[in-house]
């Protein structure tokens, strides 16, 4: 606001607004000259900085053409790299310019920075391997025992981008006063990786980057997979024209944040998925810290509508204080975006629901109890755990919240595994967590860092069902005269007259039995009177294209034969009944390990649940 008399002040620059003008010369009008000259400046430095952002950006329709010149036009490098030599790779270096130029250009409005590597970085700012051949990436082991040099200045150079992003957000936060509504804001400019290379590319260094930002993260062998070019296209897709809400726009928002308000019998202790706190304290956040908490705010970055945040809260109400009958409990969730037609819309979100404080009848309890949402839960906060502990001690602790739940909610006499009992409500989460500490979540063999950290990102911000069908894997069997029907996914479902479909959702595999493969090679299929076993062998086809038609990242798609190499893809994933050690009576396949069965596990568990 302008002093009186002042006739109004300019508006503020970059700099947050100049100082008031020296008085002028006696007879002249104290501000008019002085503020001619402050609107001369300001006009011209943003004519400066228009015209610097033009050599770099543009609309698309003046630049459509040169862009795809350019893109056509794209050649390897022709320099030659020695034989012992890493290409150079400046990808920390062109990120941080990526971001600048956005934050310079567009700085409240929504953008995607897009890097496509297939490589790691080797020069400059990010680098996470020297470009001699003779020193490896880093493995789980250099990890462990921090062995490597590179990684933790890598992972800090990447984490003050993200804090970059957030930092304006931050600043907002702290400039209300206690009597204004909170305003929310986020990191506008969202950073997605398309990594396609057999080795490495440093995605585990990248991770805090995408994820504060709300990005995308795709992870293939190579630019010529349907894995990368369906998945860059899918990025891109619109709500149909006939909506009535967004027609034609894109499928994506930003700026996104989310904040939680609860009623004074709990308190919010974290979030996890793809977040970052805006640290907002308030009465309602819980001293007992889950994942990202001492918030009850969170920057999103970028959301779609398939974007998934698990909150987690705390009782705080006393035990010795029970609730009076009748008492409900209130959650408020206000999520604020930018839609992709430049529009800022807030949604309000509030769920309301009764508490149960009689310690002696725990069955309303245990008839609210989601089983599915529970797998999910524990799934990310494992995942989360494996950042900062070491994966043995995570596992004890899954083992461990298992036997006390059992212990609790199960019906037995005590040191009877016999009388043992689940109810209905109950029975599937042992069996979700069996597969979830046998999934490559939990299990560090035979997997990279980078494969590990896409895994771990992929389950933070997928749906419910989408995480179920990645902690266990879906099943379909299909044979001769009968329609495809769910199966066990154990190794008796196994036989060699039947076709498997397995969907992990990260892959999804068509497993030919032992005689359907020979039929199949015999090319029975192409005569008339076998239409039957060529229906049999289109019907997992199709029902494999419908999955991946509806999914993104697109999975792998794989075609395998029982005994051969890649059938590797079905077989670590199913429960060993049969192993080459044990024989599970069911007639199936054996499976070469040493991991212990889910009845072993079953009968470990009820010993150790009954336990007085």
Same mark, same amino acid.
């Given at each position: 606001?302008?002093?009186?008399?002042?006739?109004?002040?300019?508006?503020?620059?970059?700099?947050?607004?100049?100082?008031?003008?020296?008085?002028?010369?006696?007879?002249?009008?104290?501000?008019?000259?002085?503020?001619?000259?402050?609107?001369?400046?300001?006009?011209?430095?943003?004519?400066?900085?228009?015209?610097?952002?033009?050599r770099?950006?543009?609309?698309?329709?003046?630049?459509?053409?040169?862009?795809?010149?350019?893109?056509?036009?794209?050649?390897?490098?022709?320099?030659?790299?020695?034989?012992?030599?890493?290409?150079?790779?400046?990808?920390?270096?062109?990120?941080?310019?990526?971001?600048s130029?956005?934050?310079?250009?567009?700085?409240?409005?929504?953008?995607?920075?897009?890097?496509?590597?297939?490589?790691?970085?080797? !020069?400059?700012?990010?680098?996470?391997?020297?470009?001699?051949?003779?020193?490896?990436?880093?493995?789980?082991?250099?990890?462990?025992?921090n062995?490597?040099?590179?990684?933790?200045?890598?992972?800090?150079?990447?984490?003050?981008?993200?804090?970059?992003?957030? %930092?304006?957000?931050?600043?907002?936060?702290?400039?209300?006063?206690?009597?204004?509504?909170? #305003?929310?804001?986020?990191?506008?400019?969202?950073?997605?990786?398309?990594?396609?290379?057999?080795?490495?590319?440093?995605?585990?260094?990248?991770?805090e980057?995408?994820e504060?930002?709300?990005?995308?993260?795709?992870?293939?062998?190579?630019?010529?997979?349907?894995?990368?070019?369906?998945?860059?296209?899918?990025?891109?897709?619109r709500?149909?024209?006939?909506?009535?809400? #967004?027609?034609?726009?894109?499928?994506?928002?930003?700026?996104?944040?989310?904040?939680?308000?609860?009623s004074?019998?709990?308190?919010?202790?974290?979030?996890?998925?793809?977040?970052?706190?805006?640290?907002?304290? #308030?009465?309602?956040?819980?001293?007992?810290?889950?994942?990202?908490?001492?918030?009850?705010?969170?920057?999103?970055?970028?959301?779609d509508?398939?974007?998934?945040?698990?909150?987690?809260?705390?009782?705080?109400?006393?035990?010795?204080?029970?609730?009076?009958?009748?008492?409900?409990?209130?959650?408020?969730?206000?999520?604020?975006?930018?839609?992709?037609?430049?529009?800022?819309?807030?949604?309000?979100?509030?769920?309301?629901?009764?508490?149960?404080?009689?310690?002696?009848?725990?069955?309303?309890?245990?008839?609210?109890?989601?089983?599915?949402?529970? %797998?999910?839960?524990?799934?990310?906060?494992?995942?989360?755990?494996?950042?900062?502990?070491?994966?043995?001690?995570?596992?004890?602790?899954?083992?461990?919240?298992?036997?006390?739940?059992?212990?609790?909610?199960?019906?037995?006499?005590?040191?009877?595994? %016999? !009388?043992?009992?689940?109810?209905?409500?109950?029975?599937?989460?042992?069996?979700?967590?069996?597969?979830?500490?046998?999934?490559?979540?939990?299990?560090?063999?035979?997997s990279?860092?980078?494969?590990?950290a896409?895994?771990?990102?992929?389950?933070?911000?997928?749906?419910?069902?989408?995480?179920?069908?990645?902690?266990?894997?879906?099943?379909?069997?299909?044979?001769?005269?009968?329609?495809?029907?769910?199966?066990l996914?154990?190794?008796?479902?196994?036989?060699?007259?039947?076709?498997?479909?397995?969907?992990?959702?990260?892959?999804?595999?068509?497993?030919h039995?032992?005689?359907?493969?020979?039929?199949?090679?015999?090319?029975?299929?192409?005569?008339?009177?076998?239409?039957?076993?060529?229906?049999?062998?289109?019907?997992? @086809?199709?029902?494999?294209?419908?999955?991946?038609?509806?999914?993104?990242?697109?999975?792998?798609?794989?075609?395998?034969? @029982?005994?051969?190499s890649?059938?590797?893809?079905?077989?670590?994933?199913?429960?060993?009944?049969?192993?080459h050690?044990?024989?599970?009576?069911?007639?199936?396949?054996?499976?070469?390990?040493?991991?212990?069965?889910?009845?072993?596990?079953?009968?470990?568990?009820?010993?150790?649940?009954?336990?007085?």
């Open positions: 606001m302008g002093g009186p008399g002042s006739g109004g002040a300019p508006p503020p620059t970059r700099n947050g607004g100049a100082p008031p003008p020296p008085p002028g010369p006696p007879g002249s009008h104290p501000h008019h000259q002085p503020q001619q000259n402050g609107y001369a400046q300001q006009k011209t430095f943003f004519s400066l900085s228009d015209q610097l952002l033009q770099f950006l543009l609309p698309v329709s003046e630049c459509s053409l040169v862009l795809e010149t350019i893109l056509e036009d794209l050649r390897k490098d022709p320099w030659p790299v020695p034989s012992d030599k890493r290409v150079a790779r400046a990808t920390g270096s062109a990120l941080s310019v990526a971001l130029l956005l934050d310079l250009a567009i700085p409240r409005r929504g953008g995607r920075v897009m890097l496509f590597t297939g490589g790691p970085c080797t !020069s400059g700012p990010g680098t996470v391997v020297s470009r001699a051949k003779t020193e490896s990436m880093r493995s789980h082991a250099d990890l462990a025992n062995a490597e040099t590179l990684h933790k200045p890598a992972c800090e150079f990447y984490s003050k981008l993200a804090q970059g992003g957030s %930092a304006s957000s931050q600043n907002n936060g702290k400039k209300n006063s206690s009597s204004a509504p909170p #305003s929310f804001s986020g990191h506008p400019h969202v950073v997605d990786i398309f990594a396609c290379s057999l080795d490495q590319v440093g995605m585990l260094e990248m991770k980057l995408v504060a930002t709300g990005g995308l993260m795709v992870l293939g062998d190579s630019f010529a997979q349907s894995v990368f070019k369906e998945s860059l296209l899918r990025v891109f897709r709500y149909p024209e006939n909506d009535t809400d #967004s027609p034609n726009q894109l499928c994506m928002a930003f700026n996104a944040s989310m904040e939680v308000h609860t004074r019998e709990f308190k919010v202790s974290g979030a996890i998925g793809p977040v970052c706190s805006l640290n907002r304290n #308030s009465p309602n956040v819980s001293d007992i810290v889950v994942g990202s908490g001492g918030t009850n705010a969170w920057s999103l970055g970028s959301i509508d398939t974007t998934t945040v698990a909150i987690y809260y705390d009782i705080s109400n006393p035990g010795n204080a029970p609730l009076p009958q009748g008492k409900r409990r209130f959650i408020q969730f206000l999520t604020k975006y930018q839609h992709s037609n430049g529009g800022t819309r807030l949604r309000s979100t509030t769920l309301c629901g009764g508490w149960h404080s009689d310690t002696n009848n725990i069955s309303p309890i245990k008839f609210s109890f989601d089983q599915e949402a529970a %797998a999910v839960l524990t799934a990310r906060l494992a995942v989360h755990r494996t950042e900062t502990e070491d994966v043995a001690d995570v596992l004890r602790w899954v083992d461990r919240s298992l036997i006390r739940l059992c212990s609790k909610f199960a019906e037995y006499q005590p040191d009877d595994p %016999a !009388s043992f009992r689940l109810s209905p409500e109950f029975s599937l989460f042992p069996q979700f967590l069996f597969h979830l500490r046998r999934s490559q979540f939990l299990q560090l063999f035979n990279s860092p980078d494969e590990a896409y895994y771990r990102y992929i389950l933070t911000r997928e749906c419910t069902s989408n995480s179920l069908v990645m902690i266990q894997p879906t099943l379909l069997l299909y044979s001769l005269g009968n329609p495809p029907q769910p199966a996914l154990d190794s008796d479902s196994v036989r060699p007259d039947v076709i498997l479909l397995l969907d992990t959702f990260f892959h999804v595999v068509v497993f039995g032992e005689t359907i493969a020979a039929w199949r090679e015999n090319k029975y299929h192409e005569q008339e009177e076998y239409a039957s076993l060529k229906d049999l062998l289109e019907a997992p @086809q199709v029902d494999a294209q419908m999955i991946m038609d509806n999914r993104f990242p697109v999975p792998r798609y794989i075609v395998c034969d @029982q005994h051969k890649e059938a590797r893809f079905l077989m670590a994933r199913l429960n060993p009944s049969s192993t050690e044990r024989d599970g009576g069911g007639g199936g396949a054996q499976v070469f390990t040493d991991d212990v069965s889910l009845r072993v596990f079953m009968e470990h568990l009820m010993k150790l649940a009954v336990q007085s």
